[in-house]
């Protein structure tokens, strides 16, 4: 278990939900990361953030709200564009709108500074979780399509701008880490210890509720009375939404779709 995973400073909290028991990695102002992405496996749903409930997965047919941003058929989608439920000082809805969004684990290499994309020798690094919106999904997608292996690939992320975690990507060739086997067994030893499962990455970007939970959230909010929530929303690049793969929730092999 690796800090940004479950419970690891006081044991499983239970009363967490799944998505505030994962710590996803967030890049500060400025900073610069060597990272690779050994499975590549990305897990993908469409969520809305609710206060009082976290993220929730959204009721509406995916290939309506990725085409349409909306599908009325969601009381999610419909409380979005609901006059009566506006954060007046923020003039803005109180219920997020529909948005895909992705979680992927990955390695974070140990550098010299969070300035620096230098891998220090011998490779040493952490697992962490990142969360990205379509825009950043869309920059992995182009690089696949080109016939890039993501899997076996080192990349530089420069944090652009922190509170929406808008991320450059830039390609760094061949992985580090990949070089010679001792490294390769440790640090893929590493990772398959420490990542989260495609049950938990899921859980990163949403979780089901039921309609009744829905009805009761949108009556307290409407009564002014929100529920406390432990957890804040987390600004993402709200950017198009892609129209690659992933119209289901669920988790994929990006590497996959475009062959070895
Ligand atoms: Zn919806």
């Not at 990349?155 to 390769?184: P, S």
Request: glycine share 6%; with cysteine; hydrophobic share 40%.
């Amino acid at each position: 278990m690796t800090p940004k995973a479950f419970g690891i400073y006081s044991g499983i909290d239970d009363t967490l939900r799944p998505q505030q028991r994962v710590q996803t990695y967030k890049f500060e102002q400025g900073e610069i990361a060597r990272v690779t992405f050994p499975d590549m496996r990305i897990a993908s749903g469409i969520s809305h953030w609710v206060p009082g409930l976290g993220y929730v997965f959204c009721f509406g047919d995916p290939e309506v709200v990725d085409k349409m941003r909306h599908d009325p058929n969601c009381p999610l989608c419909a409380a979005n564009l609901d006059p009566t439920l506006v954060d007046q000082a923020k003039n803005r809805p109180l219920i997020g709108k529909a948005t895909r969004r992705f979680a992927v684990n990955f390695w974070k290499y140990l550098t010299r500074s969070r300035t620096n994309d230098t891998a220090l020798v011998p490779v040493q690094g952490t697992v962490e979780v990142l969360k990205f919106a379509g825009s950043f999904y869309a920059k992995l997608s182009d690089m696949a399509a080109k016939g890039l292996d993501l899997r076996k690939t080192d990349f530089r992320i420069r944090c652009e701008e922190a509170q929406f975690q808008n991320l450059a990507l830039t390609d760094l060739g061949a992985a580090v880490y990949l070089q010679d086997k001792e490294t390769a067994e440790r640090v893929l030893k590493q990772f398959q210890e420490d990542r989260l499962d495609d049950e938990d990455l899921l859980a990163v970007i949403g979780r089901e509720v039921s309609l009744d939970e829905v009805e009761a959230a949108l009556e307290r909010l409407r009564a002014g009375k929100q529920a406390s929530t432990t957890s804040s929303p987390v600004s993402l690049a709200d950017g198009s939404v892609t129209t690659a793969a992933a119209s289901e929730v669920g988790t994929f092999d990006l590497s996959s779709l475009f062959g070895d």
